[in-house]
């Protein structure tokens, strides 16, 4: 079995430019949520999505956006970037909206310059 | 608004001994408690955890007490080693579905050899 990859693993944007991050959830995952991880600080939650449905939001701004696709991979949309969203994006997957088994991708490191 | 807090950012024991890291909550919704352990350029990896009606869970070297009258909670490594060494993040959900975790900041675990 597959674990849960992300792509690209480093990324270097300009404020103000719009960045998609992927994600590809571990087989038979149906669930897929993401995370922001700021230096020194634990994860925040952005959102999560189920069978392509968002399914619950942090407290993230609309410019923060998601899909999910029928295979279940994922992808997270960050428009008129901020240095503040200098950060690691991490990508987990689970096998249905609840508790257990969440498996996190190593994640993607984006610098916003 | 911080609601999973650990307030040691790093924490160095010697091989051998007993590692303990602390987490404490503000949100009594919260029901479900679990620890992740994160390496350098990796995503987090989960370890243990525990439900609100129990006080206790153990899985090996791992054990996870739970004080829900103060809101507290504290992992212990027994004995610890050199490839404990890493980040431990404390998590909290809430509800049936679980759909989000709420993270504290992490302690930095060093076990010295």
């Known amino acids: 079995e597959t674990g849960v990859t992300q792509s690209p693993t480093h990324l270097i944007k300009t404020r103000g430019q719009q960045v998609t991050l992927r994600c590809s959830s571990q087989?038979?995952?149906?669930?897929v949520s993401w995370y922001q991880q700021a230096l020194g600080q634990g994860p925040q939650f952005i959102f999560q999505?189920?069978?392509?449905?968002?399914?619950g939001r942090g407290n993230f701004p609309p410019r923060f956006s998601g899909l999910q696709f029928p295979n279940y991979s994922s992808e997270l949309n960050v428009n008129a970037l901020e240095l503040d969203d200098s950060a690691l994006y991490l990508c987990?997957?689970?096998?249905?909206?609840?508790?257990?088994?969440?498996?996190f991708g190593s994640g993607t490191r984006l610098t916003v310059v | 608004d911080q609601q999973v807090k650990q307030n040691s950012p790093s924490l160095s024991v010697q091989e051998g001994r007993i590692s303990i890291l602390n987490c404490d909550y503000t949100?009594?919704?919260?029901?479900?408690f679990l620890w992740y352990k994160k390496y350098p350029a990796e995503g987090p990896t989960f370890l243990i955890s525990?439900?609100?009606?129990?006080d206790k869970n153990e899985d090996g070297r791992f054990t996870v007490f739970l004080n829900k009258s103060a809101k507290h909670l504290s992992l212990h490594i027994v004995p610890s080693q050199p490839g404990d060494s890493a980040v431990y993040f404390c998590?909290?959900?809430?509800?049936?579905?679980?759909?989000?975790?709420?993270f504290g900041e992490g302690t930095q675990l060093t076990v010295n050899p």
């Open positions: 987990a997957s689970s096998p249905d909206t609840g508790r257990y088994g969440y498996t």
């Open positions: 999505y189920y069978r392509e449905e968002e399914n």
């Open positions: 087989s038979g995952h149906n669930t």
């Open positions: 525990i439900s609100s009606i129990k």
């Open positions: 949100n009594s919704m919260f029901d479900y």
């Open positions: 998590a909290a959900t809430q509800g049936a579905s679980g759909s989000r975790l709420t």
